[in-house]
């Protein structure tokens, strides 16, 4: 782990344009957690496994239309199918997730809830394994609406769209970082904005108090489950056309760096998550480009142990009053 | 208000004097099984174990005394340490099986070949307990400081981070690998009593009884005793046993140490068993399977856990994927048998539930072959008669990947539907979930055991949360009004 003699420019901007994606990719899973755990106070373990099976949702479109070795629409298209297709399907898991393993336990110990959570993430996990099998499934994005992909000729995605400093930033970074960029705009306006956003500020803040104003608070809670993880299946789909590689268990590793991202923002917060997520992309960008693959993600870890330690309420968030 | 008592007494809230007449208003067959365990002392039950436990290797084989004796009783060894942790403080912690990692991978350094050193039981099992009861302690610190949630966080990473340690990082320590990376450190000694070895499988099964017998002796005083009662307390209300000038955060910290040094005690035993360990033995699987013993035991309950353990450690056995199918296939299928006598009542809605399910699959199986014979061509997994009258029950096409996946995502919406709806939909409904559980079963979980396993306690957990959180034999938690 030699540190480097002269600064590298190349490198530098290399890790920071992989960081950058890799870090709204976290931000995207963050908002998931940082939305349910403001609303219900709950660690949704199982939102990594929601994130997985909208990386697979987003293979079987990409499946069905022809394998992405020969597509039948054009990619545009797809792609737009592909995102369409797994958030949807992702929002409605993360919707029946919690009417059938969150709701009936509103009122239970708070243990019981986290107990299920963890039920649910390793139930979702297995049933991945057995339905599609312990190998790998590859996007193939690098030939993806490529002419001649057998050989091996980068398609349109992972082609340079443009160049910084010999450093070649390819189309799909740029398609992640706007769509993460354009969902969290949407995202901000509709909380801010919006008569649901209200009522989900309202719910996070007395649901007691929420529900005795008319608010209903099951659905305001089915809705934020609902939009938390259909992020988390946009950012499966991302994972899938950024790395090519989904698998069944994608989704604990990815979870932990979610949450640690909603952590380190301060959870509950929703611009401390996207500053979260940022945070440790970019963290695991250069410590894997800086110190070597492997301490990435124990620096990721780290970080987490450390925001813990010294500011539990994370960087953006408030302190918690405790109830008597 | 209980309507006919008496008189209401000044100073005795009704509603807390009539908590007792509520809990064993429980009807059925988990109101049994609590009416069972209160009426035979705790005496009486552990000497009845003890009696039945050290029996079973007279009749048992040695392959099962190790699979279904010594195995369970680790499980029960593991049960109780993290009973200690989540059933009497009602800590969640997600890291435990790192502490049962770091004891069997402490032992296994002190008494192996690895490093030459063999250290004698009398000496190891001390140092290894004690120091994963210090890890515990170091580990719970954070717990001090943060919220309940964040200590589940903490511990699930410190989980992880264990097995990445062993796994990946295995620092080279006096010329060689300290943790051996993915091959483990093998050739470990066995557990030995003042020098004298216990090699053959009856002897560790004996010893490890004696060892789960003292812990479950040393725990029933220690849950009786002012710590136990003020582990409850916190567990119910921290707010109010903090106001009652309980020490809360020592007893947090007490709670982690006891459950990790049980755990490590655990480790050095399995080690010893095992003659070698391998970081995946203490991956993220087991941790569930042990949440499911303490969960389907009952929260804070010692006969609990021990059911739990038993019952949790035979269907993993039965779904072991080196173990014949039949025996998974009868359990899967007495299972659900069970389930629906115990959940249908009257007995008429039971029985047309079972004879529509049988008529349901006859006729589907017809259906299915007048339409085109390949779709029941498919070959039934091994097994004598009752196989045979499988295969001619149950739709298994010829090559039937795809069917198998879609008829297990419709098992699982039929599952959920069955929970939403009520009255004779219900009923009407269960006759295909039943049928399509067995279908299930026969395309998909029979060519996967280890899989189904897992998704089956996945669905356990979930299912207990939030059906019976208190689990069979646990205590249901007091409401305050």
Redesign the interface.
Known sequence: MALPLAFNVELFIQLLVSGITLGSLYALIALGYTMV?GIL???NFAHGDVYMIGAFAGYGVLTLLGGPLSPNIAIAPLIVLMFLVAMIASGLLGV?IER??YR??R??????????A??????????A???FGAQFRSYNSFVLGSKNPEFFEPGPLTDALFVVKNVNVQLIQVIVLSTTVGLMVALTVLVAKTQIGKAMRATSYDREAAAMMGIDTDRVIATTFFIGSLLAGAAGVMFGLLFSQVFHFMG?LAG?KG?TAA?VGGIGSIPGAMLGGLLVGLAESFAGGYLGG?WS??TV?GI??LV??VR?SGLLGTR?IQK? | MEAGGDKPRVGVDEWVANVEGRLERRTGFAGLARRIDEFVPPWTRLVLFAVIAASLPLWMGRGDLFAYGIFTLVYVLLGLGLNIV?GYA?L?D?GYVAFFGFGAYFYALLSSEHYGLHWPSAVSFPVVVVSTALLGLVLGI?SR??????L???T??FG??FV?FVN??NPTVRGKGLTGGPNGIADIDPNDLFGYELTTRRQQYWFILAVVLLVLIGLHFLSESRTGRAWRALREDP?AAEAMSIPVNRLKLMAFAFGAGIAGLTGCIFAAVLTAVTSGNFA??IL?TI?AIV?LGGIGSLTGVVIGAIVINVSFQFLAPENPQNNARILFYAVIVLLLVLSLRPWWRLAAVLGGTIAFGLVAHTLAEAISPSWTAGPVVEGGRFAHVISDWVIIPAGHERFA?VA??AL?VAV?AV?RIHGWWRTLLLIPTVYLAAVVWET??VE?PA??R??L??????TL??VR?QGLLGTP?V?IV
Do not use: C, H
Not at chain 1, 107 to 116: C, D, F, G, V
């Open positions: 755990y106070k709950l660690l029946a059938f393993a009936p336990l009122e239970a110990p708070r243990i019981a809830p986290l107990i299920s963890l039920g649910v993430s390793f139930f979702l996990q297995n049933s394994l057995l339905l604990f932990l949450f952590v492997r993600d124990l870890f987490l142990i813990l330690l539990p918690a008597v | 989540v009602g969640l997600l954070p400081r943060l919220l309940g949630d964040y589940a966080i903490v699930l990473f992880q981070a990445v990946a990082a707010l993220l699987p569930i949440y969960i996946n297990y995502i699982i959920l929970t998909s979980f996967q899989v189904a897992w998704i306690f996945g669905a356990l957990l979930v949360m939030t959180p938690r409401e």
